[in-house]
């Protein structure tokens, strides 16, 4: 899922919550975040590749300039096999 947004006046900073659970390994299965500056072009991976068996609720951080326009993708890539489904939680995706 991908939003784009422009950052408010006055914000540095986006922060989200993540909680994954991945029983099968990152080469197949993952959830990733990335950040897209659409003023610069330039994009930064908040959550590089990650599968883990259960993560619990995991807070991140990327910098964000006020103003500028930004695309927040959030991933969960499974590969459909049966035995090890893998899903993401997002949550509290805020600037401040």
Avoid: E, H
Avoid at 10 to 32: E, H, I, M, Q, R
């Amino acid at each position: 899922a991908a939003q784009t947004f422009t950052a408010p006046t006055g914000s540095t900073k986006l922060s989200f919550y993540y909680n994954v659970t991945c029983p099968d390994t990152v080469t197949y299965d993952w959830a990733t975040a990335t950040l897209k500056n659409n003023t610069t072009g330039t994009t930064t991976t908040v959550l590089a590749k990650t599968c883990v068996s259960s993560s619990g609720w995991v807070l991140k951080t990327a910098n964000i300039i006020a103003g500028d326009s930004y695309t927040l993708t959030l991933t969960n890539k499974d590969d459909n096999y049966p035995g090890d489904p893998t899903y993401t939680y997002y949550d509290d995706i805020t600037t401040s």
